[in-house]
């Protein structure tokens, strides 16, 4: 069956606070490497770990609704952990088009534990969600998963992608977090429940001295994109992306080499 060529020009909008989307795009682009991307960084907003779950769930609609009516996407992909076990659902009863959102990958990281341990790293927003409880009783109930909050590994990610070392007591006061709990000495699989977290995994690992198997939801994310468009008929070669922030665009300057990497040549501010 042909594919829809109607489609071809409407792009797929990733959204975040920053750049930790682009751990979600990476996997997007290795299975359509053609679909063009609109990329928004809520810059204006970060860091949304340490806002309420008031001021979110009023926020990110109202920045999608602008999103979507400006760049006239196909699909939105919210690349955000926080954003998505907040605001997910008042997103897609607002929006008329699919909406792909980010969730911590517990099932996935509960079949893989040997020791049954798991620590999860997210934000302080993410790790007191409830939806984080019910996935945790839903998919690990008999494991015993160990939540620690690191928003500065946020941070540490942003530094990385603007070409600079990133702070060492960021990332050993993360790992740190969760070997101090009870039982942290036997974990063996962390979820990275930020987008940020995965482009600083090489560092945490370093961090924890022993083997960890690290685990995110960009992979099936990606999957989950590429099925909702798999009707779509995209580009026989990519387009230059644009990258929108809510910030100034002369910030942006020192993650063009970073942004250009993927494909992301346009700026533009919201």
């Known amino acids: 069956m042909a594919g829809n060529r109607s489609k071809a020009t409407q792009p797929i909008l990733f959204f975040d606070t920053g750049i930790g989307g682009l751990s979600v795009l990476k996997e997007a682009q290795n299975l359509m490497p053609n679909a063009p991307i609109v990329y928004a960084a809520d810059y204006a907003g970060m860091p949304y770990g340490m806002k309420s779950e008031e001021e979110l769930s009023t926020r990110i609609p109202l ?22 076990t907040i605001a997910l659902d008042v997103v897609r009863s607002v929006l008329d088009i699919p909406v792909v959102g980010t969730v911590p990958a517990i099932k996935p990281a509960s079949l893989v534990t040997k020791t049954g341990v798991i620590g999860l790293l997210g934000t302080r ?23 620690f909050g690191a928003p500065d590994l946020v941070e540490a990610a942003e530094t990385k992608l603007r070409g600079q070392t990133s702070n060492q007591k960021f990332i050993d006061d993360a790992v740190a977090g969760l070997l101090k709990q009870e039982h942290g000495d036997q974990i063996d699989t962390v979820v990275l429940a930020c987008t940020h977290f995965p482009l ?16 995110d939801g960009s992979r099936g994310i990606a999957q989950r994109i590429n099925y909702l468009t798999s009707d779509t008929e995209w ?26 990497h993927f494909g992301l040549t346009e700026f533009d501010e919201l």
Do not use: M, W
């Open 235 to 260: 580009p026989k070669t990519a387009k230059n992306g644009t990258f929108v922030t809510t910030g100034a665009v002369t910030q942006l300057q020192p993650y063009h080499q970073t942004l250009t």
């Open 125 to 147: 927003a993410t790790i007191r969600q409830p939806y984080v409880d019910r996935l945790a009783a839903e998919f690990a109930s008999d494991k015993t998963l160990i939540r």
């Open 63 to 84: 920045l999608l609704g602008r999103l979507v009516e400006r760049y006239n996407p196909q699909l939105v992909t919210i690349a955000c952990n926080t954003a998505s």
């Open 200 to 215: 600083v995994q090489e560092e945490l690992q370093k961090s924890f001295v022993r083997a960890i198997q690290f685990i």
